[in-house]
């Protein structure tokens, strides 16, 4: 039984008991019996609002444990690694991608899944150190 059905519980039983208003230890059960209530009810409110605010907090770390894996994997790259921006013909998307991907030529959009493909030109390359001059 939750706090609402005891609250209510005890009204009923308060209620059976004929009990009348007119005496003070009437008025004083009767507004026991309401303060129960109202207390009662407010303690729902909390319980409520504490499982929504649960329910968002663990939300917001499934959210953050997908950040910390997507950080982690920029964690891996060498701070030398070189990022070249792309952006798919088929819906526009800028994507940062590294040497290994433009080396393989192609990459599904994240997108939309459009295959992108890339011809490294050594002309467009102004880096001496890079591969493509070896």
């Known amino acids: 039984m939750d706090i609402m059905e005891k609250a209510a519980y005890l009204n009923g039983l308060a209620e059976g008991l004929d009990i009348s208003s007119d005496t003070k230890e ?15 009810a407010s303690v729902n409110d909390l319980q409520n609002e504490n499982n929504e605010i649960n329910s968002e907090l663990d ?14 994997m920029y964690d891996e790259y060498d701070e030398d690694t070189d990022f070249y921006e ?6 526009g998307e800028r994507l940062s991608v590294d040497e290994d991907i433009m080396e393989q030529g192609r990459i599904k ?9 890339f ?5 467009e390359c102004d880096d001496p150190e890079c591969k493509c001059h070896s």
């Open 26 to 40: 009437g008025k004083l059960l009767r507004a026991m019996v309401e303060v129960i209530n109202e207390l009662a």
């Open 86 to 91: 792309v952006e798919c013909p088929a819906c």
């Open 109 to 117: 959009c994240p997108g939309c899944g459009e295959d992108l493909e």
């Open 119 to 123: 011809e490294f030109d050594e002309a």
């Open 59 to 72: 939300e917001i770390a499934e959210q953050l444990i997908d950040i910390e894996d997507a950080l982690e």
